[in-house]
């Protein structure tokens, strides 16, 4: 409570984090839906800014958490939690980057499923961190928790068919190794989602 008359609300500032993820995959899944190779240098400026605004915020978060003597949970889980919702803003970014690193001309579908389910998680993943603060009287917080880790399950389902799909239908090296690539970094932002969730429920059961 203290830390909130100070002004220091972790709850909030955990939404606001994952605001930024969630502004991050939108970016990334309207770039690859309308993508344009001339447009993906400027694309790669502005979700890098999303990126480094997010990092400035989680920079804010922990100078606050070094001054303060009362936390509302473990000082430990709050760094933790910080930082995996930051790593999610840095596995969208880095798609994007990939895409870009690998001069990508077209892109598939099974990468536009992909970063489809990556913004349900992440909206999920933001109506998790809403209800966090009211954890132990919230009737919805499990049910978002579950949802993140299905659409993870998801995600994980959409790796296995992109790259048997791509393995079957190319046989062209350097597309097996790019889109394999990539592949793997989009699975990796759904597995940064499950670890946030994961993260939350583990944050539960100690504080419950």
Avoid at 26 to 39: C, I, P, V, Y
Avoid at 52 to 65: R, T
Avoid at 67 to 76: C, L, Q, S
Avoid at 161 to 187: A, C, H, Q
Wanted: net charge negative; proline share 1%; charged share 30%.
């Amino acid at each position: 409570m203290m830390a909130i008359k100070r002004g220091n609300d972790y709850y909030g500032m955990f939404v606001e984090l994952v605001e930024f993820s969630c502004s991050a995959a939108s970016m990334l899944h309207n770039t690859l839906l309308n993508f344009s190779t001339e447009a993906l240098p400027s694309k790669i400026e502005e979700i890098h800014k999303i990126e480094h605004a997010a990092d400035i915020k989680k920079h804010e978060m922990m100078e606050k958490l070094a001054k303060e003597f009362i936390t509302p949970i473990e000082r430990e889980d709050i760094i933790l939690l910080s930082q995996e919702i930051d790593d999610v803003t840095d596995t969208i970014e880095d798609v994007l980057i990939k895409i870009f690193m690998f001069n990508i001309s077209s892109i598939r579908k099974e990468a536009l499923d992909f970063t489809s389910a990556i913004v349900k998680c992440t909206g999920e993943l933001k109506k998790v961190m809403e209800e966090f603060r009211n954890f132990r009287k919230s009737k919805t917080i499990h049910q978002s928790i579950i949802l993140v880790n299905d659409l993870e399950e998801e995600c994980d389902k959409l790796y296995t068919d992109g790259v048997r799909s791509l393995y079957v239908n190319s046989k062209e090296p350097v597309e097996l190794m790019t889109w394999t690539e990539i592949f793997d970094r989009l699975e990796r932002c759904s597995d940064a989602c499950e670890h946030v969730a994961n993260a939350v429920e583990s944050i539960i059961m100690k504080n419950s």
